[in-house]
Nanobody, 126 residues
């Protein structure tokens, strides 16, 4: 059974930083790329960033480029999202998921994907 456990969220002021972690079980990072997604209240879930299985390639949504950094530790089956210069519009529940694909500038999971974890809440105050 694939399971993702996200952690590291919290309440920060605009301009602050947080580091999210995602621990995976039943899944090996060596096999697939993994991504971070977020869902704000009243909005659809959107892909934020993803990293290839080798860790050699990364992708970022335009809204977070230059502020967020994704990394992975395949020995720990954990992926991280370092978030700097946070903005109120970054407020959302953040999830990780795999496998992912980047199509037309957006990050997707398979249409029947059903392995979402509980996510971790990030709240940025102005």
């Amino acid at each position: 059974e694939v399971q993702f456990v996200e952690s590291g969220g919290g309440l920060v002021q605009a301009g602050g930083s947080l580091r999210l972690s995602c621990a995976a079980s039943g899944f090996t990072f060596d096999d697939y790329g993994i991504g971070w997604f977020r869902q704000a209240p009243g909005k659809e879930r959107e892909g934020v960033s993803c990293i290839s299985r080798s860790g050699g390639a990364t992708y970022y949504h335009d809204s977070v480029k230059g502020r967020f950094t994704i990394s992975s530790d395949n020995t720990k089956n954990t992926v991280y999202l370092q978030m700097n210069n946070l903005k109120p519009e970054d407020t959302a529940v953040y999830y990780c998921a795999a496998p992912v694909a980047v199509v037309a500038g957006q990050i997707f999971v398979p249409p029947t994907y059903d392995d979402w974890g509980q996510g971790t809440q990030v709240t940025v105050s102005s």
